[in-house]
């Protein structure tokens, strides 16, 4: 685990393309899923302890939609991709083409459908990460969470594989611009550590 | 309740208020609230505990952060605040979230509150009321004059403990 803060800059770089490579994929994925243009932020990675990890969603209060999903194969860990519950609803009406039936909850259908949303994101993000390395990767089905920020973050890095409290996540923010409305989502890739190592030797970088 | 704005504690964090006020954790997922309270002083302290021993973390610093260390550690500051013997307790959160990828993984919330538990129960404080488990977040707002508590979710609205 110690090995986590000593990681080299050309190590974190690496890495970050990595990151760069599979969002990429995921927006052009998204992107053609919504017909919108959608703009990624450059990659960004927390190695910290979990209560130090810096907020993604001012309110730790806030309610959001999380779609959680496992990998396995030559890599292990999990990607999150979060919205904030407002997003969630618009990007739903948006894939699914009609309006929000009201209320602040998602209906059965829309959740469905940001299932289906992170189901495609990740799976390009996977995908794009695999034919990139050359590793075998193999997501998990999805599962959705909806509700506070905080509960759903902590949960995400904790709850999963690692017993450890330091938390490794290279994080990518999707911008969508909607009627002049921005729409932000994050996307969050946790890797095990074990996995970390195997990322680097397969960019030759161990 | 009281008036004002409650005092926030942050995940792994702490707090101890005499006479009145409002403590609260916000968006506890398999996180743990601890909350003791000495309603004869009017003494009230509450740890927002995120795992449940100090030999999973690398940082032992802060004794709030482990269901282990937090029971002793609130105690012995309730007393710098005047405390006595008849603190009691009550205990929130411990939640597992994404059930259907959890599968037979580490259910955190489960240890964390077997392990509040069991820290509670070593330390000689009766445990008077819990609002654990399930597959939601939760915040809770702990009143320290009355040591009457809130427990709101997006699931199940508001109600008190």
Avoid: W
């Avoid at chain 1, 519950?85 to 940001?114: F, Y």
């Avoid at chain 1, 390395?133 to 995400?156: E, I, R």
């Avoid at chain 2, 942050?10 to 003791?36: H, K, T, W």
């Amino acid at each position: 685990m110690q090995e986590l803060l000593t990681l080299r800059p050309e190590q974190l770089d690496a890495l970050r393309e990595v990151a760069n490579i599979g969002a990429g994929h995921a927006a052009t994925a998204l992107s053609q899923m919504t017909g919108q243009t959608i703009m990624i932020s450059v990659p960004t990675i927390n190695i910290t302890p979990l209560e130090d990890v810096p907020p993604h969603i001012g309110d730790p209060g806030e309610p959001v939609a999380a779609v959680l999903m496992q990998m396995q194969g030559d890599l292990s860990g999990r990607t999150l991709l979060v919205f904030p519950q407002g997003t969630a609803i618009r990007l739903a009406e948006i894939m699914m083409k009609r309006p929000h039936p009201g209320g602040v909850d998602l209906s059965e259908l829309e959740q469905s459908a940001i299932k289906e949303a992170g189901n495609i994101l990740s799976g390009a993000y996977m995908n794009a990460l695999s034919d990139f390395m050359g590793l075998k990767l193999l997501p998990s089905p999805p599962s959705l969470a909806m509700d506070m920020s905080q509960a759903v973050l902590t949960t995400a890095y904790l709850q999963f594989g690692s017993d450890r409290d330091l938390v490794f996540c290279v994080e990518t923010e999707f911008v969508m611009q909607d009627a002049g409305e921005k729409l932000r989502g994050f996307f969050l890739l946790l890797p095990d550590v074990s996995s970390l190592r195997a990322i680097l030797r397969a960019m030759r970088l161990d | 309740m009281s008036a004002g704005l409650p005092t926030h504690v942050p995940v792994a964090g702490f707090a101890v208020l005499r006479d009145g006020g409002v403590l609260s954790s916000v968006g506890l997922g398999s996180c743990v609230a601890i909350m003791l309270h000495d309603p004869e002083a009017k003494v009230g302290a509450m740890a927002h505990v995120l795992l449940p021993h100090e030999s999973l973390s690398l940082d032992r610093t802060k004794p709030a952060k482990f269901a282990s260390t937090a029971t002793p550690f609130l105690v012995d500051e309730m007393r710098r605040y005047g405390a006595g013997s008849r603190i009691v307790a009550r205990i929130v959160g411990g939640a597992s979230m994404f059930g259907p990828l959890l599968g037979s993984g580490v259910n955190m919330g489960e240890r964390n509150i077997v392990a509040v538990r069991e820290g509670l129960e070593r330390a000689g404080i009766p445990l008077l009321a819990e609002d654990v488990g399930g597959d939601y977040g939760r915040s809770v707002f702990f009143d320290v004059a009355t040591g009457a508590v809130r427990v709101v979710s997006m699931r199940h609205g508001e109600h008190a403990l």
